[in-house]
């Protein structure tokens, strides 16, 4: 189970730090990522940590603006987002992949998925 939290309302420039706390997996093995979802829009990766080494990829469109990382000590996954923008509004979902052999995670191969946390940058 994957359990979002720290979603909101805020202004263009803001910052806003998602956290995601799983329980009932072996967090160790599974690369952690980011997506979001867009009223109308199709899901869109984000972020990923690689369960392996714990590298981090990012789309290009939060590259610069958001940093993922990770607690293994406290199974939860991190999402820091700076400089927000309109169109950053979106519901955000946590993401799980089993030892993903990618840098990123396949959309189709999540095995677990949050409930999401919605985030609303105001202009």
């Known amino acids: 189970q994957l359990v979002e939290s720290g979603g909101g309302l805020v202004q263009t420039g803001d910052s806003l730090r998602l956290s995601c706390e799983a329980s009932?997996?072996?967090?160790?093995?599974?690369?952690m990522g980011w997506f979001r979802q867009a009223p109308g829009k199709e899901r869109e990766f984000l972020s990923a940590?690689?369960?392996?080494?714990?590298?981090?990829h990012y789309a290009n469109s939060v590259k610069g603006r958001f940093t993922i990382s990770r607690d293994n000590d406290k199974n939860t996954v991190y999402l820091q987002m700076n400089s927000l923008k309109p169109e950053d509004t979106a519901v955000y979902y946590c993401?799980?992949?089993?030892?993903?052999?990618?840098?990123?995670?396949?959309?189709?191969?999540?095995?677990?998925w949050g409930r999401g946390t919605q985030v609303t940058v105001s202009s």
């Open positions: 993401a799980a992949e089993f030892m993903a052999t990618t840098e990123t995670i396949d959309i189709q191969r999540v095995d677990f």
């Open positions: 940590v690689s369960w392996s080494d714990n590298s981090t």
């Open positions: 009932g997996l072996t967090f160790i093995r599974y690369t």
